[in-house]
């Protein structure tokens, strides 16, 4: 007995192929069998889902997520990470190894993985940490670790700072062809601060950090790539130095990719306003140049993937003094609808923003997603492009609601997420 | 004088910085404050205008003249003035500064002056309570009362502030006194100079509204007030200069480096004072020219002022600031 699904009347986007166009998608048994006009012929006995014309596109790559388990599931679960991803129409999202303990060895590696297929909702994969105990001084066993499954390795929100360890990390990750994904802010000139370093921070006299602090990072961690030739990728993105630094290093031929994240292309440092510590990130909120800068990245596809940057905190923690409140803010849920302000405004073409979303992201991690093609898994997402609404925090799926986008209007939805032909979003509808 | 009516009124709820003052409301407050310098000066010195009211004066940060002047203040325009010290109690044990606000908010306060070691708690703080909240200084944010009290201090010496040229020197990175006294002075007109080595300023001063110098004898070349400032250290997190004794001998104040003011020119400070550090005792003592024992008085007035319109226009006011 297989399962045919057939998906009718979509507007059909596949940014690895250029296709857009009207059309149907036919899914049986979890995989893509056929794309266009050839799916309405063979589908007999199939289930048909009515798509009324709106955007049916491969399922988006999350490359950069928080799920806080093990360790601090009160903030925010693979369960509840799982149907905030769905909601937000990503299929597959790769956690951070910043929980408690670290994940740095691999049966951690494989509690994820049994987790995932347990919850059955979206896929979740994992990073492993690059050093131990994400404590930037031995490296982990990068090899036994990616057989384990780990699709990379990084230390989370901490920069891999001495420069002889990310060296060795390098040298010994090329042996398995692994990647390296780094936090870039040099940690000793950043001590002590907590926005971007500027008018705004001297007027509300918090200790700042300068953007440079990123951009030294990199250009550091590329003479190191130079000297070994791994793969290496940098975290959020979120200045115009480091986005020149990066498309320069990839005109040299380096191996090397990036990511940014909604807030350092939908906000700027004024929304801290007046100590807003819901808009308190790390990297902090940069200058209104260094945003227009993150969206020239995009556009250009120096910057290739987007990411949510997910950072479940509870409110407690951002209720707080601005110096004592936790960075960062959850993104699953408004990564679609904020990354499509650039569509409407004419930034990015539709078919730019979905490769960022899936395409680019699921290459770097060598993942076998972000395509329409035939023979596939059905990950997939319909999303209505132009339905206005408001962000909404209190609709959240996520555990923890700590968002600066509450109340902001924007336009486009998702309408219903599929993982391997099974809904896990919309169902209703 | 105090008897008389004054029709104007403040219109904020709470004092948490000068920026976002207008002209009007600065001039109000100095004006108020006049009155209650003569009635500081006689012999009895009490009135009722607070009687029944309760002021707390919440300090989370150690302070014994800002919290003394305050309680002064309160005491002699008759209100009942209750010290918490918060260092050591409850908020030690964990209780956040939300839960704080709550817990003395039931206790039905007519004002909350409150200090505190982080900028915008006292923002957060005014957010979550229903009385009138005074920032007695935030962080290196602002100390609103502070620049009140320099400004009436000018004022009474100069005639206005107009025109005036104002050099504010030293640790401006870490100054909440410098940021209140910039928005101020600019406010009303005054030409405002800071003075530092570039450790101690932060970044893009110049956007307050400033002119930026490193060299002590060119900043207060025809300058009308000196205004120096102590050199935080408990703020500092490691070196930001070599050693005092380089501080001082390029950027503390003394007689010699004095000679580039005008010959006329006053010398201020928010107290503690350094001797040595950033003043030099000669020219902080000169009777003269040193204005700060007037200050501490000036401070007793002006938050007095600022009981006074807090309390009139409680709950009339717009709910902002």
Known sequence: ?429 | MTGTVDSRAFPHRHLLGIEGLSPEDITLLLDKSEGYVDQNRQADKKRSLLRGRTIMNVFFENSTRTRTSFEVAGKRLGGDVINMSVAGSSIKKGETLIDTAMTLNAMHPDVLVVRHHESGAVHLLAQKVNCAVVNAGDGSHEHPTQALLDALTIRRRKGGLQGLVVAICGDILHSRVARSNIHLLNTMGARVRVVAPRTLLPAQIERLGVEVFHDMGAGLKGVDIVMMLRLQTERMHGSFVPSIREYFHFFGLDARKLAAAKPDALIMHPGPMNRGVEIDSEVADDLDRSLIRHQVEMGVAVRMACLEVLTGELGNGPPAK
């Open chain 1, 1 to 429: 007995m297989t399962a045919r699904t057939l998906l009718k009347n979509a507007r059909l986007l596949d940014p690895a192929t250029g296709l857009d166009q009207k059309g149907d998608l036919l899914v049986v048994d979890g995989k893509i069998t056929a794309v266009g006009s050839r799916a309405g012929a063979d589908s007999s006995g199939a289930s048909v889902i009515e798509c009324h014309g709106h955007c049916l596109a491969p399922g988006f790559v999350d490359m950069r997520v928080e799920l806080r388990e093990p360790g601090r599931e009160h903030e925010e679960t693979m369960q509840s990470g799982s149907a905030a991803a769905a909601a937000g129409g990503v299929t597959t999202m790769v956690a951070l190894p910043n929980t408690e303990p670290a994940i740095d060895d691999v049966a951690l590696v494989e509690f994820v993985a049994r987790r995932s297929r347990e919850i059955g909702g979206v896929h979740i994969r994992t990073y492993a940490a690059a050093t131990r105990g994400l404590k930037g001084r031995e490296i982990t066993e990068i090899g036994l670790l990616s057989s384990a499954g780990a699709v990379a390795f990084t230390d989370a929100n901490t920069a891999i700072s001495d420069a002889l360890v990310l060296r060795r990390a390098f040298s010994y990750a090329r042996t398995f062809d692994a990647l390296i994904v780094q936090h870039p802010e040099e940690p000793s000139l950043a001590a002590g601060g907590h926005m971007t370093e500027g008018e705004t921070a001297t007027r509300l006299g918090l200790p700042g950090i300068t953007p440079a602090a990123e951009v030294m990072m990199v250009e550091r961690d590329l003479r190191l790539v130079e000297i070994t030739g791994a793969r290496y990728h940098v975290a959020h993105v979120s200045t115009g130095a480091t986005i020149d630094a990066i498309r320069a290093a990839k005109a040299r031929g380096l191996p090397v990719t990036c990511d940014t994240a909604p807030p350092y292309f939908a906000l700027n440092e004024t929304a801290v306003g007046e100590y807003r510590t819901f808009a308190k990130l790390s990297p902090p909120l940069r200058s209104e140049g260094d945003r227009r800068a993150v969206v020239a990245g995009l556009r250009d596809g120096t910057i290739d993937a987007i990411a949510s940057d997910h950072s479940p905190h509870p409110q407690d923690s951002k209720r707080l003094p601005f110096a004592s409140a936790e960075a960062g803010i959850v993104g699953l849920e408004t990564m679609l609808p904020l990354t499509l302000e650039l569509v409407h405004n004419g930034h990015l073409t539709l078919l730019q923003a979905l490769r960022a979303l899936s395409q680019r992201p699921a290459e770097i991690l060598r993942l076998p997603a972000g395509r329409l093609a035939e023979g596939t898994p059905a990950d997939l997402v319909l999303f209505d492009l132009n339905r206005p609404g408001r962000i909404e925090i209190d609709g959240f799926r996520s555990k923890s609601k700590n968002s600066p986008f509450d109340g902001r209007p924007v336009q486009g939805r998702v309408l219903k997420t599929m993982v391997e032909g099974r809904i896990v979003f919309g169902g209703d509808s």
